[in-house]
């Protein structure tokens, strides 16, 4: 059997490591899907040097993302996202708030999202304060709170 080598990863690679990190792979990995998509290249010295020089400028790029990311956070925590909705006199709604919903209210504040960064077990079918989470970024998420109303009769 061939033995691992070291590549060093020019992206960030989910189960293997980040940009500029040296990891070790089967050649094949590295020769028939890490290579072609210059996702990676050969763990050199000289090439170890000018990938440390890129990876000071994108953990600084990184590190303004986060704490961009980490500010929103902290202002969408907490928000309440009020709307009307008919119900019959138990509360259940004859329709129901949804996730395509959740990002309308959240764009009438000011805040866009799509609809798949709403997480939402089951759409909200029932009158009153729902908690719902949102993915941000990363792992970064939020959490909000849905206020829904019955509409007057």
């Known amino acids: 059997m061939a033995r691992n080598v070291e590549v060093l990863l020019r992206e960030h690679v989910k189960d293997l490591g980040r940009c500029g990190d040296v990891v070790k792979v089967s050649p094949g990995f590295a ?9 990676a ?28 990311v980490v500010a929103l956070v902290a202002t969408l925590n907490g928000l309440e996202l009020k709307t009307v909705a008919r119900a019959d006199e138990q ?3 004859f329709g129901s708030v949804n996730a395509a919903n959740i990002v309308e209210l959240l764009r009438e504040k ?3 999202f799509e609809e798949k960064a709403v997480r939402l077990d089951a759409p909200i079918k029932a009158v009153g304060s729902h908690p719902v989470k949102l993915h941000v970024h990363g792992e970064h998420h939020a959490e909000l709170v849905v206020v829904v109303e019955a509409q007057p009769a």
Do not use: C, Q, W
């Not at 020769?31 to 996702?39: T, V």
């Not at 763990?43 to 990938?51: H, L, Q």
């Open 31 to 39: 020769r028939n899907f890490l290579y072609p998509r210059k996702i």
């Open 110 to 112: 000011g805040h866009a």
């Open 91 to 93: 509360g259940h709604l």
């Open 41 to 68: 290249m050969e763990a050199t010295a000289e090439n170890k040097k000018a990938m440390s020089r890129r990876r000071l400028v994108l953990d600084a790029l990184e590190a303004k993302k986060t704490a961009e």
